[in-house]
């Protein structure tokens, strides 16, 4: 649906699934997608120390780098749960901290493509990053109607890096109150919990 529509996304593998999908993180970048990284086991990075942060990170990192030629410098963190120490090894391996603004819920399991779409045109806005589950079939189905309603109303779509610019590692790409987020205007980032 992408690529029939010309749009990049950032997609946010999780590390132990790159192994068994080896040739998808290639296939992804190949067709000019940004990958982030989505840590190793999916924890919640609110209750892991730094040690064990900068493992999730960087067996998902080492993994990528040795299937893509793309420097991986955005890491999610599962469920936006984060804190300091998160920030602090982000900004030690020169990585910003990328979450969203639009979350369709596409991942519940009633939710219909119409709801998905419903739920993104309601809550967009210049800068939006919105959040998309790959491999979910009515996700699929909402996506192509999406991008030509968002497309007809103005908006551009942007890879998550593209959307923030050159920005200090050690921030997050969340605006806090009152920031603006550089060239925005009407852009929005599509992102992706890969499954690979």
Not at 71 to 98: D, K, Q
Request: hydrophobic share 35%.
């Amino acid at each position: 649906v992408l690529r029939e529509n010309n749009v990049k996304a950032t997609f946010f593998p999780i590390g132990r699934h790159i192994k068994s999908n080896a040739n998808l993180a290639a296939l992804i970048a190949g067709e000019g997608h940004e990958i982030g990284n989505h840590t190793y086991d999916h924890p919640n990075l609110k209750r892991q120390n730094k040690d064990s942060i900068r493992q999730q990170i960087s067996r998902t990192s080492d993994l990528l780098n040795q299937r893509i030629q793309q420097e991986i410098t955005l890491v999610r963190p599962p469920g936006g749960n984060y804190g300091p120490e998160l920030e602090a090894v982000a900004a030690e391996m020169n990585m910003r901290v990328a979450l969203w603004s639009v979350d369709p819920k596409d991942w519940e399991k009633n939710r219909t493509h119409k709801e998905i779409i419903a739920n993104i045109k309601n809550h967009i806005g210049p800068g939006s990053i919105i959040l998309l589950h790959e491999g979910k079939p009515e996700t699929l189905k909402a996506l192509p109607i999406l991008i030509n309603d968002l497309r007809q109303d103005g908006w551009e779509f942007v890879t998550v890096s593209e959307l923030v610019g050159d920005r200090p590692a050690s921030t997050t790409d969340r605006p806090s109150r009152g920031e603006k987020l550089p060239r925005i205007c009407n852009r929005t980032a599509l992102t992706s919990d890969s499954l690979i």
